[in-house]
């Protein structure tokens, strides 16, 4: 949500080059997002592999070395041998594995940074995206240029921009068709690929007192 103040801590348009590995290769769909890194969750994965990984190796090699396992896998093994398949413990584990599966399956189809909006390309090679608060920055500052608006917050989604303004002069549905007219070219300055839908509300300040 954007506030009335100055551009400081406002978020720059992200731009993705190519690598030449990569090639220039065919224009990006209408639609398409910018993926996530996911850096912390394959940073928790990759983490706790290597934690289990790094156990088992070290209790077989002992056990190679004709030391006695660890009682941790020995004690796994006998669980998972003498328990059966409908036990309580077995299923409540097996979902838990299932959900975890789930979640990484959606992280990898999936291609977050839902905070960035794409936008039209200009050059093949390059794509650009707009930050939603910056988007929302920018029509705020618009909308503060009509006359009659006191005050304006703008929440920028991914398809929809609302807008809230307190007008303390003028003609609300003046105002309002102004906002409307005003914006809705700001938008489409902001070169979208998919221009964000438009809605505007207007009303009087609270009384004091």
């Given at each position: 949500m954007s506030e009335p103040g100055g551009l400081q801590g406002s978020t720059l348009p992200v731009l993705e080059k190519p690598t030449q590995e990569d090639g220039p290769g065919p224009a990006?769909?209408?639609?398409?997002?910018f993926w996530s890194a996911r850096r912390v969750p394959a940073g928790v994965v990759a983490a706790l592999l290597l934690v289990v990984a790094a156990a088992f190796l070290y209790d077989v090699a002992a056990v190679r070395a004709h030391r006695t396992a660890?009682?941790?896998?020995s004690g796994l093994a006998r669980q998972l041998a003498e328990r059966p398949l409908d036990d309580i413990w077995v299923l409540v584990g097996a979902g838990v594995a299932a959900?975890?599966?789930?979640?990484?399956?959606?992280?990898?189809?999936t291609p977050g940074l839902r905070g960035v909006l794409p936008m039209r390309r200009a050059h093949p090679d390059v794509r650009a995206g707009l930050?939603?608060?910056?988007?929302?920055?920018?029509?705020?500052?618009?909308?503060?240029?009509?006359?009659?608006?006191q005050s304006v917050k703008?929440?920028?989604?991914?398809?929809?921009?609302?807008?809230?303004?307190?007008?303390?002069?003028?003609?609300?549905?003046?105002v309002h068709a102004d906002l409307d007219a005003v914006l809705t070219d700001a938008i489409r300055g902001l070169g979208l690929v998919r221009p964000l839908a438009l809605s505007v509300h207007v009303r009087r300040p609270a009384k004091k007192g």
């Open positions: 990006a769909p209408a639609d398409h997002r660890m009682a941790w896998r959900a975890l599966g789930l979640w990484l399956i959606l992280l990898a189809v930050d939603r608060d910056a988007a929302a920055l920018v029509l705020r500052d618009r909308a503060m240029e009509v006359a009659g608006v703008v929440r920028a989604g991914r398809r929809k921009a609302d807008v809230r303004a307190l007008s303390h002069f003028r003609d609300l549905d003046d």
